[in-house]
């Protein structure tokens, strides 16, 4: 039989070595017919690279199982540095280490298989690891060895290595014989930015080969170098370096960084004449995008109809560049063609289209891509592409479609929100922007500059200045103004539109850089308040520091000269504006000059303009209300011009300090007498705005007190700042404030109510706006009905809550999630996992929220099948990947039920690692009594820079108490404050003290609590006492139970304690000194 098996695999190993491995493996299974035991080393090796080559992971577990039958892998290294190979191409990296860790004895080659797996699988700190172990087991490292290592390093910034490994290569001299080691290292030196040391190895290589220009070459373009690329491109060229298609792709990629379109012609003629398009579509591909990109559609046409193929990418490019240049109509076109020919679309393509269809306005085709994105289940799978969308019904000007979208993507950050808010303010509906940062905060978003831009936008609006305050103080806390410019320009206009100068004149001082745009703000607030004369100041000072003006500046500047009739200022600006030549390309300049002329009564002035703009002279004209406006507006529509509408004046409303406080009654009869003749079309009136401003100054409120206010919105604003700062009683007295002035409370205000009342835990009060709720019929709302449920939560009555979330006909997850976070707040888990049933029989989505509450709850009752339910399902809705505290909840989770590896794996594969994913899983090692991986972990913690936090260290803390590990717990502590700057909390001082006490310390242990807070210093002592039991230390528990009598002779608790520990000793008669204590203290007792 043996004799009949040979043949078979002399051409088994034939096939395999000759890059046939499908034919390789077909002639192992035909020949299984005949036998299976007469299988030797060489074939087993041969099948196993024909298995790694396709990663045909069935066919390798076969043969994996053939050769362990008949002993290969115990007896042939090959046999199993090959098996390791195949796991690791195959991805099944746990196969390939275990077959690895039975592996005996090792050779360089199995050590290779093993790290080079794990480099290419991205695990580069076990790779790392490897690497180590294989030093230690005294393998020293060939050419293919450092090649891996030298990837890791690169990958993984980590230069120090990337040194030592250079100076192993130049010790062996390894670059003098493999070309490859020098390729690799010069990648390394490119991928940690080092390009002097990149380009050093580069010039002393003694073989530069293709691969080598071309690795150096693509670390320029991969940084934006593109100054070196074109140098690394010309000696390539000087030294008769042929160029492969891989060249080729970043020479063309260089020369587009660069905008070098004559050289990428050359280029081009070059690759035609290789005849390189026939046969590489991506560098076809490249080429059409650049000329796409430079704009050059005939040429970018010509390459797309030479390629052999018309695939996604090279559509896409040639869409790309339409849009780019803002040919949509072109683009749609393309895309249309495109499904015409069968290609299908992809995410990137669908992006541009919908890019196209905002340019043009073309709603109906971008409902047509969203159906298309719609069936292909991207919106949900694509954050970037639900962006996109929202966006795209946002510039249509659909703000239904707009939220519509943006309710179904699953996933949602800042740029998300940021679309949604802005469609708000598009369509003026600025409470809504509001509403949207308030609602983006409470799921966990962090808002970005153009959140903080928006809000900040429309707090000026709605004259909001107590979210404007919120919001300033969230942009001092955080150094906003450091990093964008943008956001002091909009602070300073939010307060000027507020009317609050003296804080905007401080706000404008406070910028880093003042440009024409914060200028611009300063100069047409003041403006805008009447303040003409410090607003020409300051258009002074502006030129004074060589800010130039511009329209804006111009604008504000001439409606000042016309207030304060500084006519020779206003005519110094006009001869500058002629200079410049400004009028005929600004008719908004133009017409502010009109108005200027036209309010000082210069007519014959604007007459001379009038000429050459008849519509912008009309409008100054009209202002004055004189018989020549009457008569130039006849002859204007005489001769078939229409006059523009007038412009509102601005009312003199900004007043300092001072002048609040001194003429208080005075201002209000002006203020309420232009508010009259304003006819109230004022959203906030200006005796509103007079009530703000005491608000906003307490000093002024003794003078305001006969001074209400009589707008709901404003109170709604003032009870709102007071329930969101969880100051709950405050809160609750400005609502009965605001009753007293006979204003009715509305939705928000009962909202921000029961806020209030759960802030404060007012039940009382809670059951009055609860009968207001019933008596209107509000308790339908959603919003109205989750504080409710929040309100009773938080008071603790959590029957009450939920009776009240039953009745309710429509229930979003918002209230599930409230209903959740009440239980979790009172510890009942098994409520809230109830809860989540409850949801998936309902076919409720959860959303980020309802999976951390849920998680948490299964993680504290050890419902570990719920856990992995709710894992599959977050994995499903891709929100793993983009939302750390759902890896955290999940990492606390599974180290709460005990399966720590589950628990290690999810940390290993999170690429953003904040201290509490740390802390949980250092908190389940210690849970589970495993005190080594608490420190190991721990302090791979500190390698990777993470600073640990109070929680990090009570569990480390911890963790040496409970292994008696007395000189470790004192390294720590003193480490903790010491190096990372953590002050001891009771938490801390009560690790050591429990072990001090048990360990016999109990000198140590008494010097300890002298540094505890004293609210906290009978609870140690009752602490060190129960140690003193466990470790039946009577004389350190006498000690205890002394200072704890001195402190509270009536301590019940000490006096069990110190009969505990007599009981386990044996000690039948407690001492006199003790008993004559306890009688003292039951003396007392009535």
């Known amino acids: 039989m043996c004799q009949q098996w040979k043949p078979w695999r002399s051409i088994v190993i034939r096939h395999a070595n000759s890059g046939e491995p499908r034919m390789a493996l077909a002639v192992y299974h035909s020949a299984l017919r005949i036998d299976s035991a007469c299988l030797d080393g060489r074939t087993v090796v041969a099948l196993l690279n024909s298995c790694a080559k396709l990663k045909d992971l069935e066919n390798g577990v076969h043969v994996h199982a053939s050769a362990d039958r008949i002993g290969l892998l115990q007896t042939d290294v090959y046999v199993a540095t090959a098996l390791v190979d195949m796991y690791c191409k195959c991805k099944v990296l746990n196969n390939a280490r275990a077959v690895f860790d039975q592996l005996l004895p090792r050779n360089i080659a199995s050590w290779n298989a093993l790290i080079a797996g794990f480099s290419e699988h991205g695990l580069y700190h076990l790779a790392l690891t490897s690497y180590k172990q294989m030093e230690l087991e005294g393998f020293p490292p060939n050419c293919i060895t450092c090649v891996c290592i030298l990837r890791v390093c690169g990958n993984m910034w980590d230069v120090e290595m990337g040194y030592r490994i250079h100076a192993e290569i130049e010790q062996k001299g390894f670059l003098l014989t493999n070309q490859f080691v020098g390729s690799a290292l010069v990648d390394m030196y490119l991928k940690c930015k080092l390009f002097a040391s990149a380009q050093y190895v580069f010039d002393n290589l003694l073989v530069r080969d293709v691969v080598t220009w071309t690795t150096m070459l693509q670390g320029y373009v991969t940084y934006g170098e593109g100054k070196a690329a074109v140098e690394c491109l010309e000696r390539m060229h000087h030294e008769a370096i042929c160029p492969n298609e891989f060249t080729f792709v970043c020479s063309l990629k260089v020369f587009k960084m660069t905008g070098d379109t004559q050289k990428a012609r050359m280029l081009h003629a070059q690759i035609e004449q290789m005849k390189i398009l026939d046969k590489n579509i991506y560098v076809g591909s490249i ?41 949509a109509e072109e683009a749609l076109k393309c895309l249309d063609q495109m499904q015409a020919e069968g290609v299908a679309p992809d995410s990137r393509t669908f992006s541009y289209g919908l890019k196209a269809c905002s340019l043009t306005k073309a709603i109906n085709v ?56 802005a469609s708000y303010h598009e369509h003026e509906e600025s409470e809504q922007v509001l509403q949207c940062y308030k609602q983006m905060l409470l799921e966990g978003i962090f808002p970005d ?89 300051f258009f002074k000072q502006m030129q004074l520091e060589g800010v130039c003006p511009d329209d804006v500046t111009l604008i504000s500047i001439l409606k000042a000269c016309g207030q304060c009739e500084n006519i020779c200022m206003g005519m110094h600006i006009h001869a500058e504006i002629e200079r410049q030549n400004v009028l005929e390309q600004s008719p908004a300049v133009m017409g502010a000059l009109f108005n200027m002329y036209a309010k000082n009564g210069l007519l014959v002035k604007a007459q001379e303009l009038f000429l050459v703009h008849k519509d912008v002279y009309i409008s100054g004209l009209i202002d004055q209300e004189t018989e020549d406006a009457l008569q130039f507006s006849e002859q204007v529509q005489f001769e078939g011009f229409l006059p523009l509408s007038t412009t509102v004046g601005s009312y003199p409303i900004s007043l300092t300090r001072s002048e609040l406080i001194n003429n208080s009654s005075l201002i209000k009869a002006s203020l309420q007498k232009v508010e009259m003749a304003d006819g109230g079309h004022n959203c906030y009136s200006i005796s509103d705005y007079w009530d703000m401003r005491c608000l906003v100054f307490p000093e002024v409120q003794q003078t305001s007190d006969n001074l209400p206010i009589k707008n709901t919105s404003l109170w709604n604003d003032l009870i709102a700042a007071c329930a969101e700062g969880r100051d709950g009683k405050l809160c609750l007295q400005f609502l009965d404030l605001m009753q007293m002035e006979g204003l009715l409370p509305d939705e928000n205000t009962l909202i921000f109510g029961l806020q209030a009342c759960g802030h404060a835990r007012t039940i009382a009060r809670g059951y009055e706006i609860h009968a207001e709720i019933e008596k209107r019929g509000l308790q339908g709302d959603v919003y109205v009905s989750s504080s409710l449920i929040d309100m ?20 979003d997850v918002v209230c599930w999630n409230v209903l959740m976070a009440g239980y979790l707040e009172h510890d009942c888990s098994k409520e809230v996992s109830n809860l989540m049933l409850d949801m998936q029989i309902q076919k ?102 993470t600073r640990p936090d109070e929680v990090t260290f009570v569990i480390v803390l911890n963790a040496c108490s409970r292994a008696c590990f007395v000189d470790r717990i004192e390294k720590c502590y003193n480490a903790m404050i010491g190096c990372h700057g953590v002050g001891p909390t009771y938490e801390h001082y009560s690790c050591l003290i429990d072990l001090f006490g048990r360990a016999g310390h109990v000198d140590k242990a008494i010097s300890l609590m002298r540094r505890m807070p004293s609210d906290q210093e009978l609870v140690a002592w009752h602490s060190l006492l129960c140690a003193c039991k466990d470790s039946e230390n009577l004389k350190g528990g006498r000690v205890a139970f002394e200072h704890a009598m001195k402190l509270d002779k009536g301590d019940a608790v000490s006096y069990v304690l110190m009969s505990h520990l007599y009981a386990k000793l044996g000690v039948s008669r407690i001492p006199t000194a003790e008993v004559s204590l306890r009688d003292s203290h039951q003396s007392h007792v009535i």
């Open 449 to 537: 500059d153009v959140s903080i831009i928006l809000s900040l936008k429309v707090c000026g609006i709605l004259q909001n200045i107590f979210v404007g305050l919120q919001l300033h103080c969230k942009i001092e806390r955080n150094d906003y103004m450091g990093t964008n410019l943008c956001i002091g320009t909009a602070l300073l206009d939010m307060y000027v539109k507020c009317g609050l100068l003296a804080k905007a004149l401080e706000m404008f001082d406070k910028l880093p850089v003042r440009d024409v745009v914060s200028w611009n703000s300063l100069i047409s607030g003041h403006v805008s308040h009447s303040c003409d004369g410090e607003a020409l100041m």
């Open 844 to 945: 409720e989505v959860p959303s980020v929220p309802t999976f951390l509450f849920s998680l948490k709850a299964c993680g504290d009752m050890g419902a570990i099948d719920m856990i992995m339910e709710m894992h599959d399902a977050i994995v499903k809705k891709g929100l793993f990947e983009n939302n750390f505290f759902i890896a955290n909840s999940l990492i606390d989770g599974y180290s709460k039920c005990g399966v720590l590896s589950t628990a290690k794996q999810i940390f290993d594969s999170v690429s953003v690692r904040d201290i509490a994913s740390w802390n949980s899983l250092i908190s389940g090692y210690n849970q589970h009594g495993d005190s080594e991986k608490v420190f190991d972990v721990f302090n791979h913690m500190l390698k990777e820079g």
């Open 287 to 327: 080429l059409l995008g650049i000329y796409a990109d430079f704009g050059f559609f005939s040429e970018a046409i010509k390459v797309f109809r030479r390629l052999p193929v018309h695939d996604v990418v090279s559509w896409t490019a040639l869409i790309a560049g339409f849009v780019e240049h803002g040919l």
């Open 792 to 811: 009773y939560m938080k008071c603790g009555f959590l029957s009450t809550a939920k009776a009240i979330f039953r009745k309710l006909q429509i229930r």
């Open 366 to 421: 971008g409902t047509y891509i969203h159906t298309e994105i719609e069936r292909k289940g991207l919106l949900e799978a694509d954050m970037t592409i639900g962006n996109m969308l929202v966006d795209m019904y946002f510039k249509c000007g659909s703000l239904g479609k707009t939220k519509e979208v943006f309710n179904k993507c699953l996933i949602k950050d800042a740029v998300s929100w940021n679309l949604l808010m």
